[in-house]
């Protein structure tokens, strides 16, 4: 029976389907009753019948097959009280036969039996009492007629078997091919997702010695080329993970793990990524409001994906005109609804492209496919994605005329503040020389006119506009302009006067990629798209022209660190200083216990993976055997694993916070303001480091030449140096002690690699291998670091054979990169090389800068009548 209940969930519908015709059954046979004058007391047992059928159907009580046993009983109650009457012995049949119709709907056999055995023994019953109680009616013509009800009950009966049999071979057939076709499409997901990450190895080769290259090129031609080459490898990156995120809804493993983040870093983020999406003919607007919170609560990855497909989905579709793209809010008693509003001049869809929008790999149509390339999985991530933070979708659109799409997304407010600001706003004297005529599309220039006024009025300062040349001259004269958006064109009128006025007035020039400002110019370029969070940085901008980015402190904070790997120590014990932070640090999960049984601690970074005992381990012990002080201290997971599974599994086991490695500055200061309080985070005026233009100073005879080169036998070994150095913050020397301790530790962990494998102990290759995962992937060996995660999961599932298969190549390539290592840096702190040659050190490289201009606002063109504050 429990085969056929399992079936049956196909038959759900049945259960109303019998409800409502045996309701309607009783009430022609009340109507019935009253007619022929029948007993009326069976009706109030009938009444409550159906009473009491349709509230356990309402309320769902009991199992599916028990309310369906429940409501065929009474049905054949009722039908037996219907057929012992003998005006209705001949019409019995004609109705049981409908009976039996519906029950085969249930799909269940017993119901049709239980309908024929009614019917025999009411049938039985009417010949007995017509025997008895009229004999005379009791001829040869209730013979033939009696006969002929019987054969048609039987034939109907086993008419039904036969069709509930044939349903039940087709279900069975179904359910084997639906097992079959999920088997195929976790088989195929499991072989994308591997796919994915195998081809993201050499594509992470291809991007850092393309990017590499790139730097140091100087011919136009190869510039081109290899510019080519890199665009190529980030698209395929992206495409990459869309697979990846596909290959997670469609398995419905979609995990939320919500985080606090700043509108503005996503912004940013979101700008940088989109260059190669606006070289088309058009326009990208971004408008915000400003009464955004400035930090909010959500899963920050998938928002970020959300506006990523819905902007470059409606840039890809809009060959003239614009898109524009509008950040509101709405207060909610939960925190506030964020509103994401993407319009665009594109072509538009029909309501049947809409519907399926949501399926994957679904393209409107083979034009707009052919013509804008792509998986077609960009809308279903995006509606997916929707529906796990908890918000929903609308989208407008109309074939030629462009699309609307409206996301709402319910997000918890972290710091209430607005999201921009800007200083000293009565000492601004704002002018703008942007002439919206010149873009011949009228949307487009409705979208620029909302966005300069919303940023006027958000920021509440005065915009004074300028036409023409001239009118700027005579607004030159009537006021002491502080600062001055002009465009491109613009600009181009009277580069010598711009120039003249850029002496003392802050001049931000906004322009595509294509233009460029000429060699000694003052003025600044602020590349396009427009949107508000650059503009505020260039109004606070202090007169010397220097960005004034505050910078973080933590000053006083006691922070443990828990690694087993002594360079991921190195590495967070520098960042970490950085904010003036005390640090300490443990080895094991067990030094971190007795250290904090010892010591007090206001925030406790602790790794994952470590011999012995875990970091979730460690964190029970020091939750559950500390004082109540300890319950309340954050404590944050630090792990290459940087899966959204992952992420969910250190929620619950207990840790506050979440940061991946090699740890990314911007997520680390997302994690210190989401976990320590206000009061402990300071930040200073003085320009932060990380965020202002710095050149490194000329060398000498030379040297400057032989610097480039001085990495050069590593990035021939797959190291990407110049990710290393970002992880290092840019800071070369640091970078150099790095690759000195990567090499140091080499050797006692090409031995224990070895031990382990040869001993068959998987769980401590595991942490040992995770360990060079992350700390190959620090120093930029992302080809390494991938190897190593192979490996880690082959180890992690007990797979040794597979580990055993893939352990010399990853070894051979440790290897390689530890030799090239030894030649570029040498080896501080040992007096030979392996092979007994003295090796010196070479000079260091001059740390490579990352260079970071404030973006300025974009021409405003838009004067409000009245100053609002903000």
Not at 828 to 834: A, F, K, S
């Amino acid at each position: 029976m429990n085969n056929t209940t399992k079936k049956n969930a196909l038959f759900e519908a049945s259960h109303m389907m019998i409800l409502v015709t045996y309701t309607a059954l009783v009430f022609a046979l009340t109507a019935e009753d009253f007619l022929m004058g029948w007993e009326k007391w069976p009706l109030l047992l009938i009444a409550a019948a159906i009473v009491f059928s349709w509230t356990i159907h309402i309320r769902q009580t009991f199992s599916d097959y028990s309310r369906l046993m429940i409501y065929v009983a009474f049905m054949m109650s009722t039908m037996f009280f219907y057929g012992i009457h003998i005006t209705s012995a001949f019409d019995l049949a004609l109705v049981m036969c409908a009976v039996i119709i519906l029950c085969t709907t249930t799909g269940v056999k017993l119901f049709v039996t239980l309908a024929q055995i009614t019917y025999f023994v009411t049938f039985i019953y009417d010949i007995v009492s017509m025997r008895i109680l009229t004999p005379e009616m009791f001829d040869e013509l209730v013979i033939s007629r009696s006969a002929l009800h019987i054969v048609m009950i039987i034939v109907v009966g086993q008419l039904a078997r036969l069709i509930i049999d044939r349903w039940n071979q087709v279900l069975d057939h179904s359910a084997a091919e639906v097992e079959q076709l999920t088997e195929i499409t976790g088989r195929l997901n499991d072989f994308l997702t591997n796919a994915s990450h195998e081809i993201r190895t050499p594509t992470n080769a291809v991007l850092g010695l393309s990017g590499m290259c790139l730097e140091r090129e100087d011919d136009p031609e190869q510039l081109e080329h290899l510019s080519a080459i890199h665009d190529a490898g980030k698209r395929l990156t992206e495409l990459i993970s869309d697979i990846l995120d596909y290959a997670d809804i469609d398995r419905r493993r979609v995990s939320v793990n919500p985080d606090d983040y700043m509108l503005s870093s996503l912004l940013h983020d979101l700008v940088m990524e989109l260059g190669p999406y606006t070289q088309g003919g058009a326009e990208l607007i971004i408008d915000v409001d400003p009464a955004i919170p400035s930090v909010m609560n959500t899963d920050f990855a998938k928002l970020k994906k959300i506006i990523w497909h819905l902007t470059t989905n409606a840039l890809k579709f809009t060959k003239q005109g614009g898109v524009y793209v509008r950040f509101s809010a709405e207060t909610r008693d939960y925190g506030i609804n964020l509103l994401i509003d993407v319009s665009d001049t594109g072509s538009g869809m029909t309501e049947e492209e809409i519907d399926r929008l949501s399926d994957g790999f679904y393209h409107s149509n083979s034009n707009r496919a052919r013509s804008s390339g792509g998986l077609g999985l960009g809308m279903s991530i995006v509606y997916n994605f929707v529906a796990a933070l908890g918000g929903f979708l609308r989208i407008d659109s109309r074939p030629g005329e462009g699309t609307a799409v409206h996301v709402c997304l319910p997000q918890t407010v972290v710091d209430p503040a607005g999201c921009m600001s800007v200083r000293d706003r009565d000492k601004l004297v704002i002018g703008g020389y942007l002439h919206f005529e010149k873009f011949p599309h009228p949307v487009v220039r409705d979208y620029y006119n909302t966005m300069v006024r919303n940023i006027v009025r958000g920021l509440g300062v005065k915009l004074h506009r300028a036409e023409n040349i001239e009118d700027l001259k005579k607004l030159l004269d009537s006021l002491a302009l502080t600062h001055l958006f002009v465009g491109a064109e613009e600009y181009g009128t009277d580069v010598d006067f711009m120039e003249g006025l850029a002496e003392s007035v802050t001049v931000t020039v906004i322009a595509d990629d294509s233009f460029s400002l000429p060699e000694g110019s003052k003025a600044h370029l602020m590349k396009k798209p427009i949107y508000c969070f650059p503009v505020a940085a260039v109004l606070n901008r202090d007169p010397l022209g220097a960005v004034t980015e505050r910078r973080m402190r933590c000053r006083g904070i006691r922070a443990l660190v828990v690694d087993d790997e002594p360079l991921n120590i190195t590495v967070a014990k520098d960042y970490l200083h950085r904010y003036d932070m005390e640090v300490t640090s443990a080895s094991s999960g067990s030094e971190a216990i007795a250290l904090c049984s010892r010591e007090n601690y206001d925030i406790i970074f602790m790794d994952h993976m470590m011999p012995g005992m875990d970091g979730i381990e460690a964190l029970r012990r020091i939750r559950s055997d500390g004082i109540g002080f300890w319950k309340n201290i954050p404590v944050v997971a630090l792990t290459a694993n940087a899966g959204s599974t992952a992420r969910e599994e250190f929620h619950k086991a207990g840790f506050d916070a979440f940061l991946a490695k090699p740890i990314d500055i911007a997520d680390l200061e997302r994690v210190l303001r989401s976990v320590l309080p206000k009061s402990a985070i300071s930040y200073d005026d003085e320009p932060d480091a990380r965020a202002v233009d710095t050149a490194p100073a000329p060398a000498a005879n030379g040297a400057d030449t032989e610097k480039k080169d001085d990495y050069a036998l590593l990035r021939s070994s797959g190291v990407d140096t110049a990710q290393g150095r970002r992880y290092c913050q840019n800071d070369d020397e640091f970078y150099r002690e790095l690759l000195i301790q990567f090499k140091a530790e080499s050797s006692d962990k090409l031995d224990e690699l070895d031990r382990f494998l040869r001993e068959g102990d998987m769980p401590n290759y595991a942490i040992r291998v995770h360990a060079l995962k992350s700390t190959a992937k620090m120093i930029g060996a992302s080809s390494l670091s991938e190897k190593a995660r192979a490996l880690e999961a082959a180890s992690l599932a007990g797979n040794a054979d597979e580990v055993r298969a893939l352990h010399p190549s990853a070894m051979e390539e440790y290897g390689a990169v530890i030799r090239a290592i030894a030649a570029c840096v040498g080896g501080e702190g040992e007096d030979t090389e392996p092979d007994g040659e003295e090796v010196s050190l070479s000079s260091p490289d001059d740390a490579e800068v990352l260079e970071f201009e404030p973006e300025g606002p974009e021409v405003l063109e838009f004067e409000p009548q009245e100053e609002e504050e903000n």
